[in-house]
């Protein structure tokens, strides 16, 4: 499975957008671009996904390199909630479907 | 809709016994995932069912893992002479048969303590 780097940290004001990068050097064609969340004491959660265009949805937006190496989950009015470790994942269409979670990048959101 | 249930949510075990973790996924999920995770550590894949049939075991699975899925519906997670560094969370998820935009929900895990 192709491999992601994350910052391992970042911090973000409330009602303010963050931008979380991902770089992913070795995407092959095939892999999609996941994102999950992990919420303090929780399971993991999907937040989004996206193959090659830019993809909105009600928590998130990915925005998506033009030569697919690197992502950026965008949060666009961080709240206290949203404070989490934040997992993009490369996912094959032809594997299992399993996910390979590296250590992802802890978010912190100030008051 | 009761999402991915797991039990219990917490053990407490000596080091020598064994312990058995269940998860319930959601209904007519065909896909079923263990995973564990250790303080501070993204979660590590254990193993996965496609209906009953177990697909795919980690490495990480020892022989004292064992895990079954007998219905394809809830499965079960059993670690034989548990070890203290089996402390952990463990995770169980379930999916829908897509190959790859399927979403994975998880549970909330069972958190282990081997004294």
């Known amino acids: 499975d192709a491999k992601t780097t994350q910052p391992n940290s970042m911090e973000s004001n409330e009602e303010e957008p963050v931008h979380l990068p991902c770089n992913h050097s070795t995407i092959s064609g095939t892999d999609y671009i996941h994102w999950y969340r992990q919420l303090p004491s929780q399971g993991p959660e999907y937040v989004i996904h996206?193959?090659?265009s830019n993809v909105n949805n009600r928590m998130a937006s990915l925005a998506i390199a033009e030569d697919r190496k690197s992502s950026t989950l965008i949060l666009h009015r961080a709240t206290l909630r949203d404070a989490a470790v934040y997992y993009c994942i490369l996912r094959s269409s032809s594997n299992t479907g399993k996910l390979i979670f590296g250590q992802g990048t802890t978010l912190q959101v100030k008051p | 809709d009761t999402g991915v249930s797991q039990n219990p949510r917490h053990k407490i075990t000596k080091r020598g016994q064994n312990v058995t973790f269940r998860c319930d996924p959601i209904s007519e999920h065909n896909r079923l995932y263990w995973y564990r995770q250790t303080l501070g550590q993204g979660p590590e894949f254990l193993t996965y069912?496609?209906?009953?049939?177990?697909?795919?075991k980690s490495r990480l699975l020892s022989d004292r893992f064992s895990a079954e899925r007998p219905k394809g519906s809830f499965s079960t997670l059993e670690i034989q002479r548990t070890e203290q560094g089996d402390s952990a969370m463990y995770l169980c998820a379930s999916s829908l048969l897509v190959a790859n935009t399927g979403e994975l929900f998880f549970g909330e895990g069972s958190r282990l303590t081997v004294l």
């Open positions: 996206g193959l090659t």
């Open positions: 069912f496609q209906n009953e049939a177990q697909l795919e």
